[in-house]
C-alpha cells in the first residue's frame, strides 16, 4: 500500500496573479510528511509555470493507469476556478488557460478521471473560485453504495469568488488554514488522511 500525493499550485497567472496558493499547498505537504506515511517518491507536485492543463491531464491520466487497489491519493489544487452559467460546470484555471472554457479542466473530466482510478481511497481538495461547483457534478448516492465501493472524498471551499489570503483579515481565508489545523490534530486517520468524516468546521464536504 502506498499513500500517493499530487499537489497543484499556482501563483503566477498571467492575468490576475495569486499570493498564497502555492505555499499552502507546500504547507499541507510538509504536515503530511511530518505526521503521516507519505514518502517524497510517492509526491507529484505541478506550481506556477509546471501546472500546464497538459501536466496536470497526463498526471491524472498516469494515476487511472498505475494505481492499485491498495493505494490511497490526495490530490491538492489551489489556484483559479471559473464556472459557466450555461453549462452550469465548474472548472480549474491551470496556469496556461486562457480566457476560454476550452483551455480548463472541467469537474466533469476531473470526476472521470476519479472514477476510473483504482485506489481505494482518494481525497480531493479543491481551493478555488466556484470549487463547490464541484460537488453539484456528483450525484447522491444510496446507502448502499458507500458499503460496496471505493471511498471518494471531495472538498470544496464554496459556490462563488473567493480573496486571496495575503489580502484579507486571517478569519477570511480559512478553508487553508482549517486543512492544515484537521492536519495537525491529526483528526483523520494516520492510515490514510481523508477516510474518515470532514470537520463540519470547513464549508463544504461530500462523498463521491
Request: glycine share 4%; aromatic share 12%; proline share 3%.
Amino acid at each position: 500500500m502506498s499513500n500517493k500525493l499530487f499537489l497543484i499550485g499556482i501563483n503566477e497567472y498571467k492575468h490576475k496573479p495569486l499570493n498564497s496558493c502555492v505555499k499552502d499547498v507546500q504547507d499541507f505537504k510538509q504536515a503530511l510528511l511530518d505526521r503521516y506515511d507519505f514518502e517524497l517518491n510517492d509526491i507529484y507536485e505541478v506550481y506556477d509555470n509546471d501546472a500546464t492543463l497538459k501536466n496536470i491531464y497526463d498526471a491524472l491520466d498516469k494515476y487511472v493507469m498505475t494505481l492499485k487497489e491498495s493505494d490511497n491519493l490526495i490530490i491538492y489544487y489551489s489556484g483559479h476556478g471559473s464556472y459557466n452559467q450555461n453549462l452550469e460546470m465548474g472548472y480549474w484555471v491551470p496556469i496556461d488557460g486562457t480566457k476560454g472554457d476550452s483551455s480548463y479542466l472541467s469537474n466533469q473530466t476531473l470526476v472521470s478521471f476519479l472514477e476510473k482510478m483504482k485506489a481505494q481511497h482518494i481525497f480531493l481538495i479543491s481551493d478555488s473560485c466556484f470549487s463547490a461547483s464541484l460537488l453539484r457534478t456528483i450525484s447522491t448516492k444510496q446507502n448502499s453504495d458507500y458499503e460496496r465501493k471505493k471511498s471518494r472524498w471531495a472538498l470544496g471551499f464554496r459556490f462563488s469568488l473567493v480573496v486571496d489570503g495575503l489580502y484579507v483579515p486571517a478569519a477570511t481565508w480559512r478553508f487553508a488554514i482549517d486543512i492544515r489545523r484537521i492536519t495537525a490534530d491529526r483528526a483523520i486517520s494516520s492510515n490514510f488522511v481523508g477516510c474518515k468524516p470532514i470537520s463540519p468546521m470547513l464549508p463544504g464536504a461530500k462523498i463521491l
